[in-house]
């Protein structure tokens, strides 16, 4: 039967088991995620050619993932227009991607900070904060390729975000990491196979598919252990912080300075992709593997859950 380890000083004899089954040992876990980063681990710089030219007449994000499909908009837009939206909303992504793992990397060091120095977790926690400093240059370096320009979150939702990072809990952080990674994971799995994308756009996803595939096992792992042996208030506490935060990211998901970046009317894009069915299916079904599994662990009660549903995550 497996037991817990002593690494964040539960006592090594207990066995913690959830709705998914028994947890695993979190430093056997860990050992696994290093040698599968040391077989599959990428140097953006050297992987892929910057020096390539961009391919004319190719997207730069899967036409359908992309805001204002099947929206008025986007029927009266002709195909330039449409590859210009691609490439704005794939900076806009890239943008949301490097705020989200700059938040991530600072929650990974809280994490660790108590934990034994010389263990499998903390060891693959650091490992994994020398991903996300890689995946951070690496699309800061594609939209800069692009010729778009950075896409910061509004200064509401960055205070917001200083505000997380300095507070949150062990679960909440963890709860909040997945939210970053697994909608866009689902995206970018759809986008690196695709042959209407740039070859640039294909080689970025295409990586940090391959290694974010560590980061959520390492995070779905954790939080599946944290919701055992949290107090009950920290347990809650993470419901409302998870909750909050998936209405913030479905907000900041795309800046809306991206319409007007390629010609539309602001409030009219924004109108549109709101009461666009198509798009609320696009984000609930990038979002269910990960609501499924928040359902599965307690994560989605209460006043969270009801933060999930207005957030448009949650159907």
Not at 30 to 47: M, Q, W
Request: with cysteine.
């Amino acid at each position: 039967m497996t037991t817990t380890t002593t690494t964040d000083g539960t006592d090594p004899g207990r066995v913690l088991q959830d709705a998914l089954g028994l947890l695993k040992d979190r430093e056997q876990i860990a050992a696994r995620l290093l040698e599968s980063s040391a077989k599959h681990s990428f140097d953006p710089d050297k992987e892929l050619d910057w020096d390539a030219p961009l391919v004319d007449g190719a997207y730069y994000w899967p036409p359908e993932l992309l805001s204002l499909y099947d929206t008025p908009l986007w029927k009266r837009m002709g195909e330039e227009q449409r590859i210009d939206l691609s490439r704005h909303e794939a900076a806009s992504l890239a943008s949301l991607g490097i705020w989200f793992e700059i938040i991530l990397m600072q929650l990974l060091v809280r994490h660790i900070y108590d934990k034994s120095l010389t263990s499998n977790h903390v060891r693959y926690a650091l490992t994994e904060i020398a991903d996300e400093c890689r995946h951070s240059m690496m699309f800061a370096r594609m939209i800069q390729k692009a010729g778009a320009p950075a896409y910061p979150v509004s200064r509401l939702n960055h205070n917001l975000a200083r505000i997380l990072k300095t507070v949150s809990t062990t679960p909440g952080s963890f709860a909040c990491t997945l939210l970053g990674e697994e909608i866009l994971d689902w995206m970018q799995r759809l986008t690196f196979p695709d042959e209407r994308i740039q070859p640039l756009v294909r080689g970025v996803t295409r990586i940090h598919v391959i290694e974010e595939a560590r980061h959520v096992r390492y995070a779905r792992e954790e939080l599946r252990r944290q919701m055992l042996t949290a107090p009950r208030w920290e347990q809650e506490l993470t419901r409302i912080s998870c909750g909050e935060a998936a209405r913030v990211f479905s907000l900041a998901f795309v800046n809306p300075q991206v319409y007007e970046n390629v010609g539309l009317d602001r409030r009219e894009a924004v109108a549109q992709v709101k009461a666009s069915g198509h798009r609320r299916d696009v984000m609930q079904t990038g979002a269910k593997r990960l609501t499924d599994f928040l359902d599965d662990i307690g994560v989605l009660r209460g006043v969270g859950r009801k933060l999930w549903r207005s957030s448009g995550l949650l159907a």
